[in-house]
């Protein structure tokens, strides 16, 4: 065991956030640590790292043992180059190192320091992790003499992930390391914590994410931490059976109480045959009964839907757009129509907010038409939070605008009752916007856009800071909503299950146009040039005298379709096997090599059933 905690007992304000907790953490795991905001994820991060002291039990560090923490929040104010920052995972070294990179870098460099630089480095035999340095900037392609200060967010979170890289730590600590990078660099990031030799705990509400990378997943639920080994599926399977069962118990418990209760207020007939066992143990059930920890509501979104819009939500023709000189959009021609869920899919930087404020017309193009329909009800979530600009005002006051109520369908409710619904206390609702957390912000963002009519949703990152069950709960809201949805997501697995079509920025202002989700824009989207060329020149190309394709399918391919069934039964039975062979005790204790050819299974299994199921749909498609 690497790391660990044994009865771990801590209360912060008066709540119990780790009651008992138990925890171990092996060589090379992948644990994702996942549960409600405010559950006390962050906290549990701080706990392991020894930030936090604890009220009771133990904290466990295998000895020597080399610990990194990529923290949640971005530091605002440090200061230096991106390579200073990096070097200054690998400790004072890596300050010195960092001094001799900039100095030698200098057009007339001090020669006199630089030697006195380099007279130290050699004698603390540094040029390793020098070495170590430069190859961790170059390996994550960062601008080594970029200010950090100056970066984009996701841009600074990469830089700190190398960071805590370079210090080739035997456990990493990410909380929500995710946050604000586009798909390309969460993928890139994904690649980067599959290779890395060390133990991983990480906190992330990116459901492809967390498939990808996790090994294990602990839930922190009502101050218990409960372990699912196994992946993401294995997990939901396996907290909805202790859901299931927790309910059981309980109204098991809660009957026997009751039939206790009627008994201790019964005549005077009963009163003798009344024993002081009996009445201890009812008082024993009462205490148990009031220190109970019922689980959270779930959030509950209604969304108010406005009149019908007319047909046509917007018509862009020939568009273009460029920002000091670069261009974002070219000749882009594209109709939105009422009911379509668009998602805009693009690195950060791109021009996925100036396409939106384009379709809304809050920006007019350089050049191209654009025409918005008739009768439109706009609701619009910022994902610069906007809305909450005012950090001294409390959540009735963002909710209630100085009213009491609010209409909600043909219904009035209490600002107090309707934030009720969004998980806010009467207590939480108003305190200062200052003092809540991310994922209660997102809440209330939620609770605003929500209770005004709309027929036309715009949603730029409404992802970030929402915990998996509210994310659950708005996607299934989406995709009952009858009016228009424009969706700007990094969210994979979100974007996936929301839109039916997608507008990706796929560089040099091209903005393609895509039936489907993001998985469905991998599948028809032309290839990089490297892989056409190579598939153009692996194709065989048709006999001259090759005549038309014709509907229906020949005696082969109705062969080939009969038979892909068995074919896609016999792959999963594989997939499964294979997981609950990574889930088992020891897996991880193997070495590296052993692991990784389990994995290559696993990931080859899991390409040839996307190839299975595609050409099952394909030849189902062709059937006559």
Known sequence: MLLGLKNVQLSIAGTVLLDGVDFALNARERVCLVGRNGAGKSTLMKVLSGELAVDGGELIRASGLKLARMQQDVPAAEAGSVYDVVAAGVGEIGHLVAQYHALSHREHPDLKRLDALHARIDAADGWMLESRVQAIVTRMRLPAEAAFSELSGGLKRRVLLAQALVAEPDVLLLDEPTNHLDIDSIREMEETLADFNGAVVFISHDRAFVRRLATRICDLDRGQLSSWPGGWEAYLKGKEEALHAEERERALFDKKLAQEEVWIRKGIEARR???????????????????????????????????????????????????????????????????????????????????????????????????????????????????????????VDAVGGGKE??????????????????????????????????????????????????????????????????????????????????????????????????LVFEGNGRVGDYVGGYDDWLRQRTPPEPQRAAQTKAATPAPATARPAVAGLNTKQRRELDALPKKIEALEAEQHALSEQMAAEGFYQQSREAIEVVEQKLSALSDALTTAYARWEELESQRS
């Open 405 to 502: 109520f609010v209409e909600i369908g043909d219904a009035r409710k209490h600002v107090i009752g309707y934030l009720q619904d969004f998980l806010f206390t009467p207590d939480r609702a108003r305190v200062p916007v200052r003092v809540l957390s991310g994922g209660e912000r997102s809440r209330l963002l939620l609770a605003q856009l929500f209770c005004k009519p709309s027929n036309l949703l715009v949603l730029d990152e409404p992802t970030n800071d929402l915990d998996m069950e509210t994310l659950d709960l708005l996607e299934e809201r989406l995709i009952e909503y009858q009016g228009t949805v424009l969706l700007v997501s990094h969210d994979r697995e979100f974007l996936n299950n929301v839109v039916t079509r997608s």
């Open 273 to 395: 045959t009344r024993n002081a066992g009996r009445v201890k143990a009812l008082l024993a059930l009462r205490e148990q009964f009031s220190q109970r920890r019922n689980r959270e509501g779930q959030v509950r979104i209604a969304v108010q839907e406005a009149e019908r819009s007319g047909k046509l939500v917007a018509e862009l023709s020939d568009v273009s757009h460029a920002y000091q000189g670069h261009s974002l959009i070219r000749s882009l021609s594209t109709t939105i129509l009422r009911g379509d869920k668009v998602g805009i899919i693009g690195p950060n930087g791109a021009g996925k907010t100036t396409l939106l404020n384009i379709i809304l017309g809050k920006l007019t193009p350089d050049e191209g038409q654009v025409r918005q329909g008739s009768k439109l009800e706009v609701a619009y979530f910022d994902q610069l939070r906007g809305a909450l600009s005012d950090l001294e005002q409390t959540a």
